[in-house]
Structure formats: C-alpha cells, structure tokens
C-alpha cells in the first residue's frame, strides 16, 4: 500500500560515501517504522538500520554503527541513510523497508516487513 523509491547507489572508492534516499508516496503513518535492508550477492537479506516515523528513534546493525546515520524528513516523506567509510563489505542492494507497528528497538526481521522497496545498487571498490 506504500510505494517505496530508492535512489543515490552507485559505484563508490572505498572510504567515501554516499546517500540513500527513500520516498514514500504519501505521508507515512506516524505509527510506521521506516528502515533499510542490504542483501549482498549470494548473501541474505540483513538489517542495516530504522528510525521511527513519528519520534525519530533508531537502531542499526553492529555492522554499520559509527558508519550510518539514518534519518528522516517529514516535509519531503523521505528516510535517508547516509553511509560513510564505505568498504568493500558494504557493497549490495539496499531495501528501504515499512513496519507498521510500534517501534521496537533492535534488529528487524526481514519476515516482519510490511512494504518494500525495489532497492538501490550499492557498490564498493577497493
């Protein structure tokens, strides 16, 4: 029921960064949880990082922490997540993600999504 675009992948040096952006088509739900996946070739889907719609909270994979910053803004019905010191690790499609719920610290499960993006390509060279 929310479409979901990703945009701002692309080919990247190891150590810069880089910006996702996901717009929801409407406003989101002050009950909505936005958030991003990654799921790297041959890998499984993974939690990177959420932020709750209305308070602003957030959680993030060990993975990223001190690396990604999620954000969101109301004006534009967008989440962000800003990626710095990439690596070669880092490299994958990225899902911005819905769950429609109370937020709920910790890590997502990707069977608890309720909307999905298309994803944005991320690649790291090193």
């Known amino acids: 029921q929310v479409p979901l675009v990703e945009s701002g992948g692309g080919l990247v040096q190891a150590g810069d960064s880089l910006r996702l952006s996901c717009a929801a088509s409407?406003?989101?739900?002050?009950?909505?949880?936005l958030g991003w996946f990654r799921q790297a070739p041959g890998k499984e889907r993974e939690f990177v990082a959420a932020i709750s719609w209305a308070g602003a909270r957030t959680s993030y994979a060990d993975s990223v922490k001190g690396r990604f910053t999620i954000s969101r803004d109301h004006a534009k019905n967008t989440v962000y997540l800003q990626m710095n010191s990439l690596n070669a690790e880092d490299t994958a499609s990225y899902y911005c993600?819905?769950?429609?719920?109370?937020?709920?610290?910790?890590?997502?499960?990707?069977?608890?999504?309720?909307?999905w993006g298309k994803g944005a390509l991320v690649t790291v060279s090193s």
């Open positions: 993600a819905v769950v429609n719920g109370p937020w709920r610290d910790g890590t997502w499960s990707v069977y608890g999504v309720d909307y």
């Open positions: 409407g406003r989101p739900s002050s009950r909505y949880s």
